[in-house]
Nanobody, 118 residues
Framework: QVQIVESGGGLVRPGGSLRLSCAASGSVEKIYFMGWYRRAPGKLRELVAAINTAGTPNLSDIAQGRFTIERDNAKNTVSLQMTSLNAEDTAVYYC????????????WGQGTQVTVSS
């Protein structure tokens, strides 16, 4: 099994930036992609961005032009740099990892809260 630890959330003003970090451990040899998801109040969890072992990013519409995802395969870490944040980005952000069949490998953790507010 893969274990995930997320960090970097917090309170940020509209228009501000925030960087989230995630580290995977355990059966990391199974990991093909790592990604960030989020669940806003009253909404379902959704994919924000993912990146595979080749470094190819997959950015959702909400991330295009504002967020950047980077991965360090040697350290089994992934980061999400978020800019131009707005209130709609307020959510709990979760990291996870998946295999080549796009099956998630880690149980969902508590995530990290991102609150965008003035």
């Amino acid at each position: 099994q893969v274990q995930i630890v997320e960090s970097g959330g917090g309170l940020v003003r509209p228009g501000g930036s925030l960087r989230l970090s995630c580290a995977a451990s355990g059966s990391v040899e199974k990991i093909y992609f790592m990604g960030w998801y989020r669940r806003a109040p009253g909404k379902l969890r959704e994919l924000v961005a993912a990146i595979n072992t080749a470094g190819t990013p997959n950015l959702s519409d909400i991330a295009q032009g504002r967020f950047t995802i980077e991965r360090d395969n040697a350290k089994n870490t992934v980061s999400l740099q978020m800019t131009s944040l707005n209130a709609e980005d307020t959510a709990v952000y979760y990291c996870n990892a998946g295999d080549r069949d796009l099956v998630l490998l880690a149980p969902w953790g508590q995530g990290t809260q991102v609150t965008v507010s003035s």
